[in-house]
């Protein structure tokens, strides 16, 4: 299940949601993205994207995941639009019969999302915006999956 969304969500809700009656896995993993103020400057950052083509890239690297570790379900929840410091952003969670085959597949979809899912972030600083560049190390953590 995929949503990109502007409205917040409450992780443990989903989680519980996406888990609930499931007796054909032995591990759920998940991962909750919050929006980090490292240096106390971070007002505001704003995720835009374009409808359509950000649900088909996400898609596409889910369905990946999915058939390469053999999972039961994946859900990946996008949050666009403003955000304050401390709000989630996003979440994964991968369900599968063995904890390996959930761990390296939210590993995988969270290098994916990081670096090549089609987002773009604006940040607004005490002392003007800029659009946050991608990262040397998060371009280099999709080299293992390769």
């Not at 299940?1 to 443990?12: A, E, K, T």
């Not at 666009?80 to 390996?100: F, Y």
């Not at 800029?130 to 999956?145: C, F, G, I, S, T």
């Amino acid at each position: 299940m995929l949503r990109v969304q502007s409205d917040p969500f409450d992780p443990g809700s989903e989680l519980s949601a996406f888990a609930q009656g499931r007796t054909d896995i032995g591990a759920v993993v998940s991962f909750t993205g919050v929006v980090r103020n490292t240096d106390g400057a971070l007002e505001a950052m704003e995720i835009e994207h374009y409808p359509g083509m950000t649900e088909r890239a996400i898609g596409r690297i889910m369905d990946e995941a999915h058939n390469r570790w053999n999972l039961s379900d994946v859900l990946v929840i996008h949050r666009h639009g403003p955000l304050k410091p401390g709000e989630v952003i996003m979440m994964v969670a991968t369900a599968s019969a063995h904890r390996a085959a959930a761990f390296a597949a939210a590993d995988f979809l969270m290098d994916y999302l990081k670096s090549r899912a089609p987002f773009w972030k604006k940040e607004t600083r005490s002392h003007g915006e800029n659009w946050v560049a991608a990262k040397d190390e998060d371009e280099a953590a999709l080299d293992r999956w390769t």
